[in-house]
């Protein structure tokens, strides 16, 4: 495998996965609906839009390892 290809532009800027996913959350009636938010399917960091998340500026979440050893 040659480690020279360079990396797909579409990919979180933190662990370089390529999908994200949108936050569900309750609305204001108690329905379940999608967020503006985005979730990276990798390390699951929620971003504002898909440019902090291709970027990693606007994270909108505190980071998944924070609390861990």
């Given at each position: 495998?040659?480690?020279d290809?360079?990396?797909?532009?579409?990919?979180?800027?933190f662990?370089a996965?390529?999908?994200?996913?949108?936050?569900?959350?309750?609305?204001p009636?108690?329905?379940?609906?999608?967020?503006?938010?985005?979730?990276?399917?990798?390390?699951?960091?929620?971003?504002?839009?898909k440019?902090?998340?291709?970027?990693?500026?606007?994270?909108?979440?505190?980071?998944?390892?924070?609390?861990?050893?």
């Amino acid at each position: 495998m040659n480690s020279d290809l360079p990396h797909p532009a579409n990919r979180c800027h933190f662990c370089a996965a390529t999908s994200y996913h949108h936050l569900i959350a309750r609305d204001p009636a108690g329905v379940m609906r999608p967020t503006t938010t985005l979730v990276c399917d990798g390390c699951g960091r929620q971003f504002d839009d898909k440019d902090a998340w291709r970027g990693g500026a606007g994270v909108t979440g505190t980071s998944p390892e924070t609390g861990k050893p």
